[in-house]
T-cell receptor, first 114, second 112 residues
Framework: GAVVSQHPSRVICKSGTSVKIECRSL??????MFWYRQFPKQSLMLMAT?????????EQGVEKDKFLINHASLTLSTLTVTSAHPEDSSFYIC??????????FGPGTRLTVL | GQSLEQPSEVTAVEGAIVQINCTYQ??????LSWYQQHDGGAPTFLSY????GLEETGRFSSFLSRSDSYGYLLLQELQMKDSASYFC?????????????FGAGTQVVVTP
């Protein structure tokens, strides 16, 4: 399968700061990428669909001004958590769309907001 | 809307066989996927069924019955490394980008 990387793998920040998470597809061009968050022992919750060269499509209940997504190239999508608060602490995972209904996931970023 | 149901946890011993069932309700259906996720790790793709029947990949097999809106993942010759969460997923029929909806996940615990 395709290789997707995420950076950073872990980040700890103070409340009120912004954090940028990068998601890269390393061996193919990803027109569509997805961003998820996952709380412990829970399922993956889709936050938004990121399409190269256009605005992201956000899921209901996800604040687009708080979770800024940019997909400026076919290999890079970024998620910026603005003015982070402790309740934003979570595991954030990106994925790229593969053939059929497959998705290739990045290793995830664990965000802790103090 | 769409919904998927799968058991929350299954415990089995090494060498055993485990079957994880998944029932789904969806307005349109493309196929049923299965993903494995170890604690702290990323989900990895296991299998995809678009047509009825059994797909076998090594120790893991996946089955689909579209008429019953039902599928299962079969884990054979269980190994300790198979302890993980397993998610079934269906594609959002109303979405053209390939969005998936995931079940709540089944935690498989393999004991010695």
């Amino acid at each position: 399968g395709a290789v997707v990387s995420q950076h950073p793998s872990r980040v700890i920040c103070k409340s009120g700061t912004s954090v940028k998470i990068e998601c890269r597809s390393l061996d193919f061009q990803a027109t569509t990428m997805f961003w998820y968050r996952q709380f412990p022992k829970q399922s993956l919750m889709l936050m938004a669909t990121s399409n190269e060269g256009s605005k992201a499509t956000y899921e209901q209940g996800v604040e687009k001004d708080k979770f800024l997504i940019n997909h400026a190239s076919l290999t890079l999508s970024t998620l910026t958590v603005t003015s982070a608060h402790p309740e934003d602490s979570s595991f954030y995972i990106c994925s790229s769309r593969g053939p059929a209904d497959t998705q290739y996931f990045g290793p995830g970023t664990r965000l802790t907001v103090l | 809307g769409q919904s998927l149901e799968q058991p929350s946890e299954v415990t089995a011993v090494e060498g055993a066989i485990v079957q994880i069932n998944c029932t789904y309700q969806t307005s349109g259906f493309y196929g049923l996927s299965w993903y494995q996720q170890h604690d702290g790790g990323a989900p990895t793709f296991l299998s995809y069924n678009a047509l009825d029947g059994l797909e076998e990949t090594g120790r893991f097999s996946s089955f689909l019955s579209r008429s019953d809106s039902y599928g299962y993942l079969l884990l054979q010759e269980l190994q300790m490394k198979d302890s993980a969460s397993y998610f079934c997923a269906v594609r959002d029929a109303a979405d053209s980008w390939g969005k998936l909806q995931f079940g709540a996940g089944t935690q498989v615990v393999v004991t010695p």
